[in-house]
Structures are given as C-alpha cells and as structure tokens.
C-alpha cells in the first residue's frame, strides 16, 4: 500500500496566488481529514469528510480556504487568495470506519507564502 | 471545547533512560492518540487506545479514563526515539482530532 499521497510536497508562492494541495487517501479509506500545522498554533484540524461529503468544516479559518473530494480517491484543499500567514506545513490523513479509527497521515505539503 | 495538555514539553535523557510522557485532557474522549512526528516531519500513529494499556515494542501506552489521564512510556530509550510526541484525543459522537502541544524527546547516544 502506498499510504496517504499529497502533492506537492513543497509549494512557494507568492501572496494572492492561488494554492491548490493534493491528496490521495489509502484505498478503502472512507474518511479523510485535512491538517495544519505551524509552530505557534501546532497541529490543527481544518476539515473532515466521510463518505465523500463534509462533515465539520468548523475548522477551515475564513471565506479563502475551500477544500472538495469529488470522489473516494482524491481531495484538495484550495487557498485563494494565499496570504504570508497561510505559510505551515497541510497534512492530509484517511482512516476506515466511522469512530475511533487509526488515522494514516500523508508526508505533508510545506506551504510558503512570500 | 476538550482541552489537552501534554508534559513535559522538552524532555532529554541519556540513551537507556526509561522515558514517561503525560498526557491530560479535560472531557471525556471515545479515544485518545499518540502519535509520534519524526525530525523530517512525517506523523506516525503509535496507538489509539480507549481504556487500559497497549504495548508495541519498547512503547507502552496506558490510560484512566476516570483520571482523563494517559502516559507514553519508552523502555530503553535509544536516540533513533528522538522526536515530538503529540498525544490527541476524539471526542463522542465524531472524528475529529484535538491535539496537545507534543513533547520534544531527545535521547542522547
């Protein structure tokens, strides 16, 4: 199995550019999540979905974070437009089962926003 | 809101030391989480435990429910174990993940 796969896995832009991350879930996965990570705030839950659809988005921190899953196999987490406080490390991890599952994290992308 | 508080935040040892990390939350959780995030970065779930006790090598990972406590034991720690432990925890009724601050460990050869 390959794991959770996110692209890229480094990412510089410039403020107001658009930003679009990756993810892949390990097969079979039905819930995935994705994470932010800085050194003030430490690890953060951005967004979770099961079965496809969004179930707390309570985490995403304003209007310029919207994140899809399409389908089963795939997801993004889009930032438009990006600002230098945007600037962390984004995981994205899958788990199966509907409670208290071992979460699989990704490599994560490290985003810079200049 | 659960609040989770991990200790200590930077913990050294020698190589061989016997290694605790706490962890605190202050609702009840489905589960609680330890993870383990490599000086590269990678995140590595080390347990997912609900009640007692799991062992996996030299880790150790317990919990009391009724204290909101759990502890991250190291037996014979080497320096390859160096890295941020982050403990978290679920709460009823979803999935979503509330993280401590994480204990920096390093072992020194």
């Known amino acids: 199995d390959a794991g959770v796969i996110q692209s890229p896995r480094h990412e510089v832009t410039e403020m107001g550019q658009e930003v679009t991350l990756r993810c892949k879930p390990i097969s079979g996965h039905n819930s995935l999540f994705w994470y932010r990570q800085t050194m003030m705030r430490g690890l953060e839950l951005l967004i979770y979905f099961n079965n496809n659809v969004p179930i707390d988005d309570s985490g995403m921190p304003e209007d310029r974070f919207s994140a899809k899953m399409p389908n089963a196999s795939f997801s993004t987490l889009k930032i438009q437009p990006s600002e230098p406080r945007d600037s962390a490390v984004y995981f994205c991890?899958?788990?199966?089962?509907?409670?208290?599952?071992?979460?699989?994290f990704g490599p994560g992308t490290r985003l810079l926003v200049l | 809101k659960n609040e989770v508080e991990q200790s200590p935040q930077n913990l050294t040892a020698q190589e061989g030391e016997f290694i605790t990390i706490n962890c605190s939350y202050s609702?009840?959780?489905?589960?609680l989480h330890w993870l383990q995030q490599h000086p590269g970065g990678g995140i590595v779930s080390l347990f997912m435990l609900s009640s007692g006790k799991k062992k996996h090598g030299r880790l150790i990972a317990t919990i009391n429910i009724q204290e909101k406590h759990s502890s991250l034991h190291i037996t014979a720690s080497h320096p390859r174990d160096s890295a941020v432990y982050i403990c978290a925890v679920t709460n009823f009724g979803n999935e979503k993940l509330t993280f401590g601050t994480g204990t920096r460990l390093t072992i020194i050869p």
């Open positions: 991890a899958s788990s199966y089962g509907v409670l208290q599952e071992t979460q699989y």
């Open positions: 609702v009840g959780i489905s589960a």
